[in-house]
């Protein structure tokens, strides 16, 4: 994901503010796609001692990806 200067998206846990990143990965059948693992957040706090965590600038999400025994 490519965020724009100045915006940020929340981490798996946002923490007190926001709505966890999520995203949907589709592969041919037969394909298993695993759990998606995500860079180690950014702490961001707040006033009122509201703490979030954040990323901001390129995220890359990654995920296991086991193909079909019988792929040519």
Request: no cysteine.
């Amino acid at each position: 994901m490519r965020i724009e200067q100045r915006w940020h998206v929340y981490w798996e846990n946002p923490g007190d503010s926001g709505l966890p990143t999520t995203a949907t990965i589709s592969a041919p059948a037969g394909f298993e796609i695993g759990r998606l693992r995500y860079p180690v957040p950014e702490r961001h706090e707040l006033e009122g001692e509201i703490i979030s965590y954040i990323h901001h600038g390129d995220l890359v999400l990654v995920a296991d990806v086991v193909a079909p025994a019988d792929l040519p």
